[in-house]
């Protein structure tokens, strides 16, 4: 399996709203990514989990939470978001020295 | 501090011409790593190529080939008979240590190609 699995693939939430992007792999790196992507820019990294512990948080605003049950699986927690959050959420994993560094097909989230 | 820097900010050929995306990079480590992404319109991100700063032996791969020069800090994509099927954004990317044992993958700008038929 060399795959990374998000789900959902498209959501609209309000801003009011409590949601959680899910990402899963079963290739058996010890770190994993979280990325936003706004329309026509490079991903920017939010934050990266190093054998399940937050290692980097690119100051990324509270209203996202990350989480890291264990080492197949990330999430991230929305809650209070803003129409300008809205962008393509996107999933990474890697082994030793960036090998196998492998992206998910992303969450597509609108904020309304 | 690391950077990429993709100049072309977009790339319009027509069918089979060749095509080189440039790619420059900037840090002051001796170990790091370089990779292509390949980003089409549906979002996903695919991966191309990872090289690491040790290797400079030039890379092909079908119709791709990569050409890494430590003394330029280049790291160049050539596609070659291009085909619709290359139009996308690609991104050069330099991964290297951040300090402690974090590391992080830090992106240029990409090069949108647009390949018409």
């Known amino acids: 399996d060399t795959e990374v699995t998000q789900t959902p693939k498209h959501l609209v939430m309000g801003m009011t709203n409590k949601k959680s992007l899910k990402c899963e792999q079963h290739?058996?790196?010890?770190?994993m990514y979280w990325y936003k992507q706004k329309a026509k820019k490079p991903p920017e990294l939010m934050f990266v989990?190093?054998?399940?512990?937050?290692?980097i948080n690119e100051s990324v605003p509270s209203r996202f939470s990350p989480e890291c049950p264990n080492s197949s699986l990330l999430n991230l927690h929305l809650h209070a978001l803003q129409p300008e959050d809205s962008a393509l959420y996107l999933c990474?994993?890697?082994?030793?020295?960036?090998?196998?560094?492998?992206f998910g097909s992303g969450t597509r989230l609108t904020v309304v | 501090a690391q950077k990429v820097t993709q100049a072309q900010t977009e790339i319009s050929v027509v069918e089979k011409e060749d095509v080189t995306l440039d790619c420059v990079y900037e840090?002051?480590?001796?170990?790091?790593?370089l990779f292509w992404y390949k980003q089409p319109p549906s979002g996903e991100l695919v991966f191309l190529i990872r090289?690491?700063?040790?290797?400079?032996q030039n890379e092909i791969s079908g119709r791709y080939s990569w050409n890494f020069q430590k003394s330029t800090s280049s790291f160049n994509f050539t596609i070659t008979a291009s085909q619709v099927v290359d139009s996308a954004v690609y991104f050069c990317?330099?991964?290297?240590?951040?300090?402690?044992?974090?590391?992080?993958?830090?992106f240029g700008k990409g090069t949108l190609l647009t390949v018409n038929p």
């Open positions: 990474a994993s890697s082994g030793v020295g960036g090998s196998g560094y492998t």
């Open positions: 840090t002051r480590d001796t170990t790091y790593y």
């Open positions: 090289r690491n700063s040790f290797d400079e």
């Open positions: 989990y190093s054998y399940e512990k937050l290692s």
């Open positions: 990317a330099l991964y290297l240590n951040s300090g402690g044992s974090n590391y992080k993958l830090t």
């Open positions: 290739m058996g790196h010890r770190a």
